[in-house]
């Protein structure tokens, strides 16, 4: 017998992956819009120097302008349809520095056609390629972000060759000798055939680190994102899980605020219930009867205690044990306490069954025990035992419902008063209540 190996999880099943791509749509979206108000800049910046100026601009610009504006807009258009393609961002980041390094190697500078095209690289820049880069960087995609800055060093480097090889002279910076003065410097510097291989290492080296952090930054921001959307995932499941014991606001509050499951002592009151004559009632019937009838009947006493605050702390087979006041805070635990045991009284003769109930207020130990694999929530301490021997009393003096002095002085009226009552395991008798 052969087993297989677990599937390899996909890109699609990571968690949020799917909002991922949505913000990598959206990100491409919002840099078309940038991209467009960039090229109306352009626009406006050749159209302006043309009308104040007099400079009349190579009315190829505008062509230009005019098709990239018209490109972008298209790619827009098709991002999220079922005609994009993952190659497009690609091609039209690889246009767009193209389009603007070979504006350098072929736009003449001059009308006159008198101006050496290298002057291009001196007056204007590299700066004009960063916002590709920057714009790159909404995508949220590091490979969208490193393809654009290798796309644009590799169009500056080309357009700059190009240029370079129609000139008859060149000069650089290692046609200075050691120790040349000012004169050398500016005649070398100056000249129309200084080429600065120099510069244009220092321009692409700078370029390329501000790309590589680009992509880390975005590479980072992926993953936090990815954290944000796990670590919610996690928190709706516990709290759905908890929500079968406690309200979703109640099972919120415990994940918002990790440190009520820390053992600590609070102040809390206790409620233990036992089904009287259980064993009884099970006798004759069959086991599967008896289940379901069991479990609907908690169900509904968990459902009230919810309704006061309470946790179910754990089911005891045809009982259970519930505290007010850990790990949820509460005012006044005693009155829920109070409050849930009328209801539990109320379910009880709906579903045609006796209960009993112990009620005790004090300090309790809380917290989550277990191992680093499984861990419970529990309350212990010499309140969490009175509850439970009330509830065992309350069979001997026929009570429905007994609670200490504790519990009994936020009670109200009508409270009937066993003295010097006998509690196993309890040292000194005491006086317990009961309602009338």
Avoid at 71 to 100: E, P, Q, V
Wanted: proline letters at 4%; aromatic letters at 10%.
């Amino acid at each position: 017998m052969t087993t297989s190996a677990p599937a390899k999880p996909t890109k699609a099943s990571l968690p949020g992956e799917d909002r991922l791509e949505q913000a990598e749509r959206r990100g491409l979206r919002l840099a078309i819009i940038c991209r467009t108000i960039a090229v109306g800049a352009a626009f406006l910046w050749v159209g302006g120097t043309w009308a104040f100026t007099g400079f009349y601009p190579n009315p190829w610009i505008f062509v230009g302008l005019g098709a990239f504006t018209a490109i972008g807009i298209g790619h827009a258009s098709l991002i999220g349809t079922r005609f994009d393609r993952w190659w497009m961002k690609y091609a039209i980041y690889l246009l767009d520095a193209i389009g603007i390094c070979m504006t350098f190697a072929f736009f003449p500078i001059s009308r006159s056609g008198d101006v050496p095209q290298i002057l291009a690289f001196r007056a204007y820049g590299i700066y004009y390629l960063f916002p590709l880069v920057a714009m790159a960087t909404l995508s949220l995609s590091p490979r969208l972000v490193l393809w654009t800055g290798a796309a644009v060093v590799a169009g500056w480097w080309t357009a700059f060759l190009i240029v370079v090889s129609g000139m008859e002279r060149t000069l650089s910076w290692g046609d200075l000798t050691p120790g040349a003065g000012y004169d050398a410097y500016v005649g070398v510097f100056l000249s129309p055939d200084f080429i600065g291989n120099g510069n244009r290492v220092e321009e692409t080296g700078f370029l390329f680190i501000a790309t590589g952090i680009l992509a880390l930054a975005v590479v980072r921001a992926r993953r936090v994102f990815r954290a944000q959307v796990t670590a919610q995932a996690e928190r709706e499941q516990v709290a759905a899980t908890l929500g079968r014991y406690v309200p979703e606001a109640v099972a919120r509050r415990l994940i918002d605020d990790p440190a009520a499951l820390t053992p600590q002592e609070r102040h809390a009151a206790i409620l233990v219930m036992d089904i009287a004559g259980f064993t009884a009632y099970s006798a004759g019937r069959a086991p599967g009867e008896v289940i379901d009838r069991l479990n609907g009947f908690l169900a509904g006493c968990a459902e009230v205690i919810s309704r006061h605050d309470g946790v179910v702390i754990q089911f005891t087979g045809d009982g259970l044990m519930a505290s007010f006041g850990t790990p949820i805070d509460s005012d006044a635990p005693e009155r829920e306490a109070i409050a849930a045991s009328r209801g539990l009284l109320d379910e009880a003769e709906a579903a045609g069954f006796s209960i009993r109930i112990g009620l005790a207020a004090g300090t309790v130990a809380s917290g989550s025990i277990g191992s680093s694999n499984r861990q419970a929530f529990t309350v212990y301490g010499d309140t969490v035992n009175r509850a439970a021997r009330l509830e065992a009393r309350g069979k001997v003096l026929g009570k429905a419902m007994l609670m200490d002095a504790a519990v009994a002085g936020h009670a109200g009226e009508g409270l009937e008063r066993f003295e010097g009552q006998e509690l196993k395991g309890l040292a000194d008798r005491v006086d317990v209540f009961a309602l009338g």
